[in-house]
């Protein structure tokens, strides 16, 4: 007789959606740092934000920025504050947070790329570098802490099967 029982999150689960929620706090905290740096006319520094907003932009240009350095990070975040806040392990999230710093992260590994090209590289594209790094480190500590949830549960099934066998 088997029971649908979820096993309890491991440590090394729930500390993984902890650092990946840090990276995702440090790579929002690095759109408003100094990110670039110019010399024009003297020493320049400008934050990533503020290469997105300033300008004569409409409320809908705006918007793009916002969604543009904030649409990615934010279901990583809600991904990981809901695996930070459930008690017993869901099934799906650690898989739903593969996926979502997986798109995240590529696409900010080429935008680091890409844009570290043009200027000198300040605090704010340093720290952009090292939060998408501690996301995919912690969500490989959550794959890790799902694959050992996942054998305990087998094994104590398997206990179980053999104790009814026994009776």
């Keep these: 007789m088997a029971t649908n029982i979820r096993p309890p999150r491991g440590p090394g689960s729930a500390l993984g959606y902890a650092i990946v929620l840090l990276g995702a706090g440090l790579f929002v905290t690095s759109c408003f740092l100094p990110y ?3 010399n024009v006319l003297g020493e320049l520094t400008i934050s990533l934000y ?3 907003t300033l300008g ?3 409320s809908s240009s705006d918007l793009g920025a916002l969604l543009y350095l904030f ?3 934010a279901p990583v975040a809600v ?3 809901v695996g930070l806040v459930r008690r017993e392990g869901r ?3 650690p898989s739903l947070l593969v996926g979502a710093v997986a798109a995240w992260s590529l696409t900010w590994i080429g935008v680091l790329l890409r844009l570290g ?3 000198s590289w300040e605090v704010g594209f340093w720290l952009q570098a090292v939060s998408i790094g501690v996301a995919v480190i912690g969500t490989i500590l959550v794959g890790f802490g799902r694959r050992s949830e996942v054998k ?6 398997a206990n179980k099967e053999g104790a009814d066998t026994d009776a």
């Design 36 to 38: 670039n740096g110019f």
């Design 50 to 52: 503020q290469q997105l």
């Design 56 to 58: 004569p932009n409409g």
């Design 71 to 73: 649409g990615g990070v």
């Design 79 to 81: 991904v990981a504050t």
């Design 91 to 93: 099934a799906g999230l």
């Design 117 to 119: 090209t043009f200027a």
């Design 152 to 157: 305990d549960s087998h094994d104590r099934y």
